[in-house]
DNA sequence: CAAAGGGCTATTGTCGACAATAGCCCTCAT
DNA sequence: ATGAGGGCTATTGTCGACAATAGCCCTTTG
């Protein structure tokens, strides 16, 4: 009955593994931005059909970290200072419903799935590398976006997430102070636990116009 | 040089025009909600083959318009309550920040266009029948959604849109009173004019919360 | 030398066939 | 009668081959 059930990447149909290694490659910078990518080139090194990368290339297309040139190629998707700006206002809006059902529900569980999440993002503030602040930040906003129960708001957060992400490994923009992380964090965390879905609302929706920012005037 | 493009639909890949004709007859309600879709099925009615047909599944998949069972076949969405609440939800928070970004622009084109799709609901409101009332309700929506010139934003709005659509004409559920419509749209396109942000914002949410509210209770 | 035209190549677009599998139905034992 | 077990069928999953095309290079011509 221990039975494990972890090694779930490896049963799954080809196509989807496909799909699973390309977009982490994409998104962790191993692959990166302009890149052109071919059909052929790709089912080679993966040892596998070219209508299966295929099919996975057109989901990333959907997804948007590339793009496809007709009969010429694909190429991983390279984000300018408007496209930033696109990302973090979009996910300021994103971000501002689930503070809002966050906050409204103000679940027990949920709670303390965030507050727990803002205890490492304080702890990595203060001990750790960048990268692990980086990751500990990330963790944050999406466990305030876990506590709305909304699916489709999951999802696209998920889609502006990889994109930043894409963004983050490309150009290293790590700039913020640690102490102004927690000081900017905060507050959401404490009204979403008083219940107070505008101000956590229009917390989040503020914190994000200031992370966009500060990254489309660095570059 | 009098050349036109309009019959731009004839020109394009096989797979674009197997999705366009899929989408096109999912969201105006030819295929009903739930339907079962095969692949060789469809590949024989449109004279394709099975990959290009199941490119376009695909991608209708990532649309969420379909749903792949696997080794089974593929249904069109059937959409519950809650799908309806998630759906007006998050519409709500993409055009707040639309209407956000159109207010603070209020560029002279854009607030035109806007004001012209507003003129063409008042019109319908009076005098057409309710599909032509709801068609320009949409309109309205999405003339703010196109000034706030942001592409995801469009992208999203479109998704959702269309899901909206494919429960409005599975259910014919067009309950408002035409002159609430034109109550409640109207502060939204003077907010607008008026260079007012935060109140563009504010009432395009809560249009959008008052209009799934009643879907949902509806059901 | 510049510009237009044609062909070559790399790559996607499309196709039909075979493999794998989920779900049904039928059998058979108890 | 009923439950388990096995095989059958419909459908997706995967593959390799051929068709169409965009973009480059090379030639040719003025």
Redesign the interface.
């Known amino acids: 009955m221990t039975q494990v059930k972890l090694p779930k990447i490896q049963k799954m ?1 080809a196509d989807a593994r496909a799909l699973s290694v390309l977009r982490s490659q994409i998104v962790d910078g191993s692959i990166a931005p302009g890149s052109r990518l071919t059909e052929i080139q790709l089912s080679e090194e993966m040892g596998l059909s070219r ?1 299966t990368v ?2 996975a290339l ?2 990333l297309g ?3 970290l590339v793009k496809l040139v ?1 009969y010429t190629g694909w190429t991983v998707i390279e984000l300018t200072p408007t496209d930033i700006w ?2 973090y ?2 996910r ?3 971000e ?2 689930a503070a809002q ?1 966050a906050a409204t529900k103000s679940d027990e569980k949920s709670v303390a799935a965030i507050a727990a999440s803002f205890e490492t993002l304080r702890r990595e503030c203060e001990i750790g590398k960048p990268t692990s602040i980086a990751e500990a930040d990330f963790a944050f906003h999406k466990s305030i976006v876990n506590a709305a129960s ?4 999951v999802m ?1 957060y998920e889609l502006i997430e990889q994109q930043i992400r894409v963004y983050i490994h490309s150009s290293d923009a790590l700039i913020s102070d640690p102490i102004e992380i927690v000081a900017q964090h905060e507050p959401i965390l404490r009204a979403i636990r008083d219940g107070n879905p505008s101000l956590a609302g229009e917390l989040s929706e503020r914190h994000n116009l200031v992370e966009g920012e500060k990254l489309t005037s660095s570059m």
Do not use: D, I, S
């Not at 909304?150 to 708001?153: C, D, G």
């Open positions: 149909p209508a295929r099919t057109h989901q959907k997804e948007g007709p696109e990302l206002t979009l300021g809006a994103v501002r419903l059902l909304h699916e489709r708001l696209q």
